[in-house]
């Protein structure tokens, strides 16, 4: 079968007529005659694509749209409307529909529109399943992002440097109506202050010196689909208010244009900064914040991601020995108990580069703690030595983990839970410190 299809509709005749069309087609389709019923369908089925009539009682479509997109964003909903209620149809676009169709329906349109989101939701989930991680707070961040994908809204993402707002940015572009479109990065960081303008605008021959042709901003390139400003809270302040009046009105004027033009795309922002203390020192426009954080999406730290630090460390061993042609090695437990153990300040990049360099130096077929000696517990050991605040740190560690141990009766797996760490880090902080039960 090419996909599961939910049809919602109020009509009977139409219902089966449509439902037939479409298992014709080869779709396995089940049908509902109003949006109540349609939704309890809907979480015990769990279809690829949910078609359904937008005028319905006692729960209407828009009832169902905001169902599944609370509960079940990764999967398109396309309306079905009277020629009258086009408006309607159009606004539950805003909202987060697929597409929607007007009656009578077209069944060729209708066969080739619902083929085209059974596609997108499962490249939807490819997208998302990139983001490697198994932990409560990863399944949570997925949710949100097909969330903040399912409207226009400006997206702005948060959290640490090497946290992977890049590839959340892309994530939400996948999942997003805009997917066909480009995916447009600019570094406002990278570029020197006197071309980023041009660079984001674009600008005509002979704008300023060395402006031999006329060419395309990014602004312009990402017409159609999603602009991502990385590093936004570098942007100059004399720069600031050319993009709150882009984002706001959706319109730019390239550098030595007289004429503006029209712009439709997605803009998703990223900061490791505190932009709300930036605003504050009047570092950063407050108007063009508050238009840039309709969304808010904040990434959590590598240390708060209980349980991935395993699956991210064999993710990226896989990913380096396939591209330089090695054998995949394995990971020792004592190097997964030590790569666990680490707090990883800064987070996936920094996991990246140690598995990379781990990779690159394992000339066997396991990963041990040697491979990663001079990334990680040289760092440790370093710091513990460099001033006595960290020797009292580390004495007051040594108690906490035995005070845990004597309440727990030496239950490491109980001691683990009441710590809030992994039994492996615990077991690893126990040999690092010599500890044992005399």
């Known amino acids: 079968m090419p996909g599961k299809v939910l049809l919602i509709e109020d009509e ?3 219902r089966r007529v449509l439902q037939l069309v479409l298992q014709d087609t080869g779709f396995d389709v089940k049908t509902a005659p109003e949006g109540g019923q349609g939704m309890e369908l809907w979480q015990a089925w769990k279809p690829d694509v949910v078609v359904t009539d937008l005028k319905m009682k006692p729960v209407d479509g828009m009832g169902v749209l905001r169902f599944g997109n609370e509960l079940y964003p990764e999967t398109p909903c396309i309306i079905l409307t009277a020629f009258g ?3 309607a149809a159009v606004n539950a676009m805003k909202n987060g529909a697929y597409d929607f169709l007007t009656k009578p329906v077209d069944h060729v349109q209708l066969v080739e529109i619902v083929q085209q989101a059974v596609a997108e939701k499962s490249r939807r ?7 490697v991680g198994q932990s409560p707070a990863m399944q949570a961040l997925r949710q949100e992002i097909d969330l903040l994908a399912s409207t ?5 993402i948060c959290g640490e440097s090497g946290t992977g707002k890049e590839l959340a940015a892309k994530a939400i572009h996948a999942a997003s109506q805009r997917s066909s479109g480009p995916f447009i990065k600019i570094n406002c960081a990278s570029i020197p202050r006197e071309l980023l303008e041009s660079e ?16 395309q901003g990014v602004f312009a390139a990402a017409n159609g689909g999603v602009l991502f400003l990385d590093e936004i809270g570098d942007l100059p302040l004399e720069l600031q208010p050319k993009l709150l009046h882009a984002v706001e009105a959706k319109e730019i004027t390239p550098v030595g244009s007289s004429k503006s033009f029209k712009i439709s795309l997605k803009i998703v922002s990223a900061t490791n900064q505190d932009l709300e203390e930036m605003v504050q020192k009047r ?21 708060e991601r209980h349980g991935d630090v395993k699956l991210l460390a064999l993710h990226f ?6 591209e330089w042609g090695k054998p995949v090695p394995m990971i020792s437990p004592d190097a997964i108990d030590m790569l666990e153990a680490y707090h990883w300040p800064g987070n996936i990049r920094e996991l990246k580069n140690v598995m990379e360099r781990a990779v690159l130096l394992c000339k066997g077929e396991e990963i041990t703690c040697r491979h990663l000696k001079g990334s990680i517990r040289i760092k440790t050991e370093h710091a513990e030595k ?11 560690e040594q108690q906490m983990l035995l005070a845990a141990l004597e309440q727990c009766n030496w239950n490491q797996t109980k001691a683990a839970k009441k710590l809030n760490i992994t039994r492996s880090a615990l077991r690893y902080r126990l040999q690092k410190y010599g500890i044992g039960k005399k």
Do not use: W
């Not at 984001?200 to 402006?211: N, P, R, S, V």
């Not at 426009?285 to 808010?296: G, K, P, Q, S, V």
């Open 12 to 14: 009977e005749r139409l």
């Open 85 to 87: 209620t086009v408006t």
């Open 125 to 131: 989930e490819g997208c998302i399943h990139e983001m």
């Open 152 to 156: 226009d809204s400006a997206v702005l």
């Open 200 to 215: 984001l605008f674009g600008h005509k021959k002979g704008a300023f010196t060395g402006a031999t042709q006329d060419r």
């Open 283 to 303: 570092q950063f426009r407050a108007d063009l914040f508050y238009r840039l954080n309709t969304m808010i999406l904040t990434l959590p730290p590598l240390r």
């Open 317 to 322: 061993v896989r990913l380096f020995a396939n």
């Open 386 to 396: 460099t001033n006595d605040s960290s020797l009292d740190l580390i004495a007051k």
